[in-house]
């Protein structure tokens, strides 16, 4: 059964359309990443994925639920959304970042117990940032950050992660770290829904792809079906390769790289 | 831990510094009068016999205790719904008087005096227009799309305005010689009338709402993690944030009816408990009620001894604040606190 | 259609010529010692405050050219009706305040009065803003309540009144000798220790030396409230100890919300004044009696305050004397339901 599944979803903000007839379906363990220009309407549907906005027409179904009927706090124990590595207006200490994970199992009024103290202990033990807990999230660097907005998530006890173009902001050597822990923690049965503005890291996480274009499904599929030299290149308007490296994986290349002409948009 | 010993020292400072403004005043009534007049009651016998003995109790008990309580409620009320407001507008420069409470209690304050005087209608006018600005703030910022911070910051800036522009129109209008002084000198601020009485009645609706913001501080958290987030952590956003303001709102709008507009400690204390307890609600909140208390209580015996004419609270607090508060902007790059 | 417009021109210019203040001029020394060049006869003055205003209402209301800040409605039966009919045109009294240039040019007072305070420094800025209506100005003096026998006469003298100013001053200096008359007689150790509370928690005071509280030592009293006022405004806020410890005898106050709490608050309690039931709330109907503006109500507010002061010392017959009073000064006789609207608190 589908996990997640969104239906012919179509979002209009202010009488503009920003998606039409969008469906796609997530599995168990799978990595969804969200391809498409500026403006496709890639975080607008994370959102109606997340609950923030309701679809004006379509459904979203989460584990067989509609979206908008459930509480926010149940929807919170399924989903967990992990924000780009923000500017934070408090220097909170990375510990409570991460015990705010904790919010959705808790009643209404409530303290954090010794359990959710070791729950969030322990997440971030798996991010390997166990050392910083007591370090100000303000302080410690980008890779470390989305470390710890992932630790939240895992603590918050979702199996669903949202991201919304997780790499923007990190060094090249963070961001392959942070694919990285991607695949692993897919491999143990975590779903992943990201944006990315780069169709490489799709096919590095070997999971699905779907391509939005003026808020339209233009295709979707296993990301070694669907990245091919002319998706890219009509959804992006660009030429595009698709080249095979010596180590067997796949990179894209674009022709103006070679040709030195800039290309018209 | 760390932060329990800080909490616990800043108590023990306030009890402190609470217990020796008991035996400071103009009046010289000091330690031994005290133990002189407890020592009387303790032989069980009534104050009210002896002129010296009664004069005493009317000095510890009607004017230094109000007074000193007075400062302490005030003084924590507005650190927390300052803390409060900063937390949940994302913004360390937001102070409580943001929705317009402030403006809209000046206003209800002044029309009362123009056109009722008693002080008990003055009381209820301000609070009615406090808490009548923070409504129609939130009523402006639902009539618009957006980001609801934004726009209820914008909502608060016009009805703060709009309540200034009457109040400006009622001191215009109002008597000279009469009015204009007593509202001039409300808008100052200050503790010196408050009694027993409206302690009673003010204390009970203050500690409630601040008891509701202590409950929420986890909640505080993830709201200034912005609104989305928070959401995606399973908080109901749009209940949490109004059972806030309108904790915070009550808050301020009482503190307007005991001391009149006491500006900045709603602004700069949380800053000082930020500095010192770091930006967990959970452990500022409390602190910054400490505090709070601590710093006005310290500027009214200032205000009250240190010239044989009193300085208005709301100036002196200004005065002090001010210095402070640069000192904070210098840190304002390093993620406040 | 053109004609006709010429026609009117004219009019006018002969209208305007003929009351240009050159036509029929006399030259005047005013009380600060100027020489001053105003109209033969004054038709309309305006007040730059409302104390000279008041001025001008005693000696005749219906010169009076604009008011200083509108009528506040209850108080109005006591006054000349005319008053009603009159534009606000504001003045220089405190707080910034300054009056409506427009208004005063479309109401072109033949002279302007201004009560020039020693304290102020403020003369300069009224001379220059007032040049460009070329109107006189004309300074008076009366900084203390010695001041009003003098001040009446000048007025008899600028407004060519000179009989019915003479009354008036007359009965200044009829108070002014009493005053010190009772002063005289009564020996340090009998002075009566006053507190004047101000503002409506009664914590706003006046310093010895200030205009505001200037009846409490003409009429014998001490001003508890040792100190040289800052500033010409006053109300220096005071703390409720403070006022414990000055423990005075008598409290006078204006406010009437303090008055009615004074009884009932137990902070006040223990006061000597308060045990003894000596506060007494001066009447303002339909102008302050003591201050607030000092007006010359204050030579009948003497009268009541020596009294209240000083019973056996200084007899007074309240009711006879405000019914003489507000007939000479107000030209207002009185009902016994005045009266009693007069004294109710």
């Known amino acids: 059964m589908n996990f997640i599944s969104v239906n012919q979803v179509s979002y209009a903000y202010s009488g503009t359309p920003v998606l039409s007839h969008v469906s796609l379906s997530v599995t168990k363990g799978d990595i969804l990443s969200v391809l498409g220009p500026n403006g496709s309407g890639k975080t607008t549907l994370l959102k109606l994925i997340l609950g923030f906005f309701q679809p004006d027409s379509g459904t979203v179904h989460v584990d067989g639920q509609d979206v908008g009927t459930f509480p926010t706090r149940m929807l919170a124990r399924k989903i967990a959304y992990v924000p780009q590595v923000h500017r934070m207006a408090f220097s909170f200490r990375m510990m409570d970042v991460v015990m705010m994970g904790r919010i959705p199992h808790k009643p209404f009024i409530f303290r954090y117990s010794k359990k959710d103290k070791a729950l969030a202990e322990t997440a971030m033990e798996r991010m390997g940032i166990a050392h910083l807990k007591d370090r100000s999230y303000t302080e410690v660097s980008g890779g470390e950050r989305q470390l710890c907005l992932i630790a939240r998530a895992l603590a918050q006890g979702a199996d669903t992660f949202v991201m919304d173009e997780p790499v923007s902001g990190l060094d090249y050597g963070n961001q392959v770290r942070l694919l990285t822990t991607i695949r692993s923690l897919a491999s143990e049965g975590y779903t992943f829904i990201k944006t990315t503005h780069f169709p490489d890291h799709a096919l590095w996480m070997s999971g699905q792809v779907l391509m939005l274009k003026k808020g339209r499904v233009v295709i979707t599929g296993p990301s070694d079906d669907v990245i091919t030299q002319a998706s890219l290149s009509d959804l992006y308007h660009l030429d595009m390769d698709v080249a095979h490296t010596l180590c067997g994986t796949r990179v894209c290349v674009p022709d103006a790289m070679r040709t030195g002409r800039v290309p018209l948009q | 831990m760390k932060h329990l010993w800080v909490v616990i020292l800043i108590s023990v400072l306030l009890m402190a510094c609470a217990l020796c403004s008991f035996f400071l005043g103009r009046y010289p009534a000091g330690l031994s009068d005290g133990i002189g007049l407890v020592s009387w009651m303790v032989q069980s016998k009534n104050p009210s016999m002896d002129p010296d003995m009664r004069l005493l109790e009317n000095i510890f008990f009607n004017i230094r205790m109000p007074r000193i309580l007075g400062a302490i409620l005030v003084g924590s009320a507005l650190s927390v719904s300052g803390a409060a407001f900063q937390s949940m507008f994302i913004n360390p420069l937001v102070s409580p008087g943001l929705l317009g409470v402030l403006a809209g209690a000046s206003f209800g304050a002044a029309m009362a005096m123009v056109f009722f005087k008693s002080f008990f209608a003055v009381q209820v006018s301000a609070f009615v227009f406090g808490c009548m600005a923070v409504f129609l703030s939130m009523g402006l910022a639902r009539l618009f799309k957006g980001d609801r911070l934004l726009m209820l910051i914008l909502g608060g800036i016009v009805s703060g305005s709009f309540f200034t522009a009457l109040l400006s129109m009622v001191k215009y209008l109002a008597d000279p010689y009469d009015q204009l002084p007593a509202i001039v000198f409300w808008l100052m601020g200050g503790l010196s009338s408050v009694t027993n009485q409206t302690l009673g009645y003010v204390c009970v609706p203050i500690l409630t709402s601040m008891g509701i913001l202590m409950a929420l501080t986890p909640y505080m958290n993830a709201l200034s993690m912005g609104e989305e987030e928070a959401r995606s952590l399973g908080v109901h956003v749009g209940l949490i944030r109004f059972i806030l303001i309108a904790c915070a709102t009550l808050m301020s709008a009482l503190t307007i009816i005991m001391a009149g507009i006491i500006g900045w400690v709603g602004l700069v204390v949380p800053h000082m408990a930020r500095m010192i307890v770091g930006p967990d609600n959970r452990v500022l909140i409390p602190s910054a009620a400490l505090i709070g208390g601590l710093y006005l209580l310290a500027m009214d015996d200032l205000s009250r001894l240190v010239f044989t004419v009193e300085i208005p609270l709301g100036i002196l607090t200004a005065l002090c604040g001010i210095p402070f508060f640069v000192l904070v902007l210098r840190h304002a790059r390093k993620g406040w606190g | ?345």
């Not at chain 3, 050159?22 to 730059?48: C, F, L, N, Q």
């Not at chain 3, 009603?84 to 409506?100: I, M, S, Y």
């Not at chain 3, 033949?110 to 009224?126: C, E, N, P, Q």
């Open chain 3, 1 to 345: 259609m053109k004609k006709k417009m010429n026609i009117t021109g004219i009019i006018l210019l002969i209208w305007l010529i003929g009351s240009a203040p050159g036509a029929k001029a006399r030259t005047i020394v005013d009380m600060a010692g100027r020489h001053v060049i105003v109209p033969e006869v004054i038709r309309s003055v305006y007040g730059s405050s409302p104390p000279a205003t008041n001025l001008i209402y005693a000696v005749d209301p219906g010169r009076i050219a604009g008011l200083n800040f509108p009528l506040n409605g209850k108080d109005d039966r006591f006054l000349d009706s005319r008053l009603k009919d009159l534009p606000v045109a504001g003045g220089w009294f405190g707080q910034g305040r300054t009056p409506n240039m427009e208004t005063l040019l479309s109401i072109r007072p033949d002279i302007v009065l201004v009560w020039r305070h020693t304290l102020s420094m403020k003369d300069k800025d009224m001379e220059a803003a007032l040049k460009p209506l070329g109107v006189p100005l004309v300074f008076i003096v009366m900084d203390q309540l010695d001041d009003y026998p003098a001040v009446f006469r000048f007025m008899g003298h600028l407004l060519g009144d000179a009989e019915r100013a003479e009354a008036l001053a007359l009965y200044a200096e009829q108070t002014l000798s009493r005053m010190k008359t009772l002063r005289d007689s009564i020996p340090e150790k009998d002075r009566v220790s006053v507190y004047y509370a101000e503002n409506n928690d009664g914590l706003s005071t006046e310093c010895t030396d200030s205009i505001h509280s200037e009846l409490i030592p003409v009429c014998g009293g001490d001003n508890v409230h040792l100190c040289q006022a800052a500033s010409t405004y006053g109300m220096q806020k005071i703390s409720m100890e403070q006022v414990l410890l000055y423990n005075p005898q008598v409290i006078v106050t204006h406010a009437l919300e303090f008055y009615r709490h004074v009884f009932s608050d137990k902070r006040w309690r223990g006061i000597r004044a308060v045990n003894d039931h000596r506060v007494y709330l001066i009447p303002r109907t339909p102008m302050n009696w003591f201050d607030r503006p000092p007006s010359f109500m204050r030579l009948l507010g003497a009268r009541w305050l020596a009294h209240a002061l000083y019973p056996r010392r200084y007899p007074f017959d309240q009711d006879e004397e405000t019914r003489d009073f507000y007939s000479l000064f107000l030209n207002r006789p009185l009902s016994d339901q005045d009266l009693k609207d007069i004294f109710k608190p």
